[in-house]
C-alpha cells in the first residue's frame, strides 16, 4: 500500500495574522523550556513540522530536563532504573513551519506509586499554546524489568503543578471491531535508541506508514490529525518482526502494532 507522504502535515502554514501578540500563556513553575526554530529536517512536503518530529522535540524536552537536575540517563543506569513512556494524549490546535520560532516545554504534574505524568506543549512566538500533550510513565527497575516505586530523590527535584486543560478521554483506545493486516516490519538497528528498544517516536511514524491517505479521515486528510493518543504496552527490540493491523472507525485510523502471536508492542490513534 502506498502510504502519504506525511499523513500530519495538512493544514496550512500560520499566517502573521496567527501570530498576533494576545493569548501569551505563563509556563507552570516547574517547566523546562527551550526555543528554537523549526528546522527542514522536521518539516513535510508542505513545509510544516511533522508528527514525528513534534513527538521528538518533546522527547527532547524532557530528557534535557532530567540532565539539567542532574537525573539523566547515565545516573539512572547507574541506579539501574528508568523511566517508560505508557500512553500519550496530544491535542495539536496547529503544526508550526519551516523555520517558524516555537518553544518547546515540559513540566511534571503527578507522582503515584511507580506512575507518574508529565505535561508537554509547544508555544508560538507570541507564547500561545499550539499543542499540548499528557504523558503517563512508569519508574522500571532494569534489573528486573518490573515496575518499582522511585525514591524522592527520583522525584523531587521535578516538582509537581497541575495538568494542562486537555479534552476527556477514556484510559485505553478502544479498538474496531474489524482491522486489517499491514506489511509486516522488521525492527532494525536504526530505530533504537539508547535503552535498546524500539524509540517511542518510531512506533508512531511506523503505524501511519501502514495507512494510505485517501483512506484518511476526511477531516484528517484535510486539516492533519489534531488529536493523537498512544498506548504503549511492550517494548520492541533489534530484530523483533511487527506486525500492523489498521482500521479506518468513523472518524479516526487506529493502528495497532503486535508480534507474530498478537502481543501488543502498541496502539496508535489519529484524529
Not at 532504573?81 to 503544526?95: K, P
Not at 530484530?239 to 472518524?251: E, N
Request: with cysteine; proline share 7%.
Amino acid at each position: 500500500m502506498d502510504a502519504p507522504l506525511n499523513p500530519t502535515d495538512t493544514t496550512e502554514p500560520a499566517t502573521p495574522a496567527a501570530r498576533a501578540t494576545d493569548g501569551a500563556v505563563k509556563p507552570a513553575p516547574n517547566a523546562f523550556e527551550y526555543t528554537y526554530n523549526v528546522r527542514y529536517s522536521e518539516v513535510g512536503h508542505r513545509g510544516l513540522m511533522t508528527l514525528p518530529a513534534l513527538i521528538n522535540a518533546f522527547q527532547d524536552a524532557s530528557t534535557f530536563q532530567s540532565e539539567t537536575l542532574g537525573l539523566g540517563m547515565a545516573w539512572l543506569k547507574h541506579e539501574k532504573r528508568a523511566w517508560v513512556l505508557t500512553h500519550w494524549h496530544i491535542v495539536i490546535d496547529r503544526y508550526p513551519s519551516l523555520c517558524e520560532p516555537v518553544t518547546v516545554g515540559t513540566f511534571a504534574t503527578h507522582f503515584r506509586g511507580f506512575t507518574a505524568k508529565r505535561c508537554f506543549y509547544l508555544r508560538d512566538e507570541a507564547g500561545r499554546y499550539i499543542v499540548r500533550a499528557l504523558s503517563s510513565w512508569a519508574f522500571m527497575d532494569l534489573a528486573t524489568m518490573r515496575p518499582t516505586r522511585p525514591t524522592p530523590e527520583h522525584i523531587a527535584p521535578y516538582g509537581e503543578a497541575e495538568a494542562l486543560p486537555l479534552p476527556a478521554e477514556s484510559r485505553r483506545i478502544e479498538l474496531p471491531e474489524h482491522l486489517r493486516d499491514g506489511e509486516p516490519i522488521t525492527v532494525g538497528p536504526s530505530l533504537i535508541d539508547t535503552n535498546e528498544h524500539v524509540n517511542n517516536c518510531h512506533y508512531v511514524q511506523m503505524a501511519f506508514e501502514q495507512v494510505a491517505r485517501e483512506d484518511l479521515p476526511e477531516q484528517v486528510r484535510e486539516r492533519g490529525a489534531r488529536g493523537v493518543r498512544v498506548d504503549y504496552r511492550r517494548a520492541a527490540v533489534l530484530g523483533d518482526v511487527i506486525y500492523p493491523h489498521v482500521a479506518i472507525d468513523g472518524d479516526r485510523a487506529v493502528v495497532t502494532l503486535t508480534d507474530h502471536e498478537g502481543a501488543t508492542f502498541a496502539v496508535v490513534e489519529l484524529r
